[in-house]
């Protein structure tokens, strides 16, 4: 297993790490594949302007990825987590514990990260409980009418 950090030439390889994900685990993210499959390579490139994307990969294959995202506002030493997908075949293995580091070395002055994840996602609460995120207390109903609610986790070194 070996880890590669992204460059914006990548954008292809995210787009498709990123639609495989919406169809693996469609109840896990916000996004939908429907939607996402319309992002074009404008916007996928800027998203890499503000943006650290890892994966994880076996051989050619990958198997998981995260990115870390610089939010608008929000202090330097801060970074919010988004598209965490790692392949079933290969979960619990450690992948999303080795790509966060990797995400973290990569930018050592970062102190502090933060995730949203669906209340719904009792997987997912307990890996980021494992990796040692907690609750910050706050929580949204998400804007699309469907009455599902986030709930927003920190960790901090
Ligand atoms: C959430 C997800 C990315 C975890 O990836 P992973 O590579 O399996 O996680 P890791 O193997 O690095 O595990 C990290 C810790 O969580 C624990 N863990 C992993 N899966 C778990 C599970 N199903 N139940 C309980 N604990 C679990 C591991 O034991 C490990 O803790 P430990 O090192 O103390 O033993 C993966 O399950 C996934 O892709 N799920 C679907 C998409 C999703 O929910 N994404 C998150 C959106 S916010």
Redesign the pocket.
């Known amino acids: 297993m070996e880890l590669a950090m992204l460059g914006a030439d990548d954008w292809p390889i995210a787009r498709e790490v990123r639609l495989r994900?919406l169809k693996?685990?469609p109840t896990?993210?916000i996004a939908d594949y429907e939607e996402e499959v319309t992002v074009g390579e404008d916007r996928w490139r800027e998203r890499f302007t503000r943006m650290h994307w890892v994966v994880a990969r076996d051989t050619a294959w990958i198997v998981?990825m995260?990115s870390s995202v610089r939010v608008a506002g929000r202090p330097p030493y801060e970074r919010h987590i988004e598209s965490?997908?790692?392949?079933?075949r290969?979960?619990?293995?450690?992948?999303?514990?080795?790509?966060l580091a990797q995400l973290a070395a990569a930018e050592p002055a970062v102190t502090e990260w933060r995730?949203?994840?669906?209340d719904t996602?009792t997987?997912?609460r307990?890996?980021?409980d494992?990796?040692g995120f907690s609750p910050t207390g706050e929580r949204q109903l998400l804007a699309d009418g469907s009455g599902r609610r986030e709930i927003r986790l920190r960790f901090g070194r």
Do not use: E
Request: without cysteine.
């Open positions: 994900a693996d685990s896990a993210y998981g995260a965490v997908w790692v392949d079933p290969y979960r619990r293995n450690g992948v999303l514990r080795f790509i995730v949203w994840v669906l996602n997987v997912a307990q890996v980021y494992r990796l």
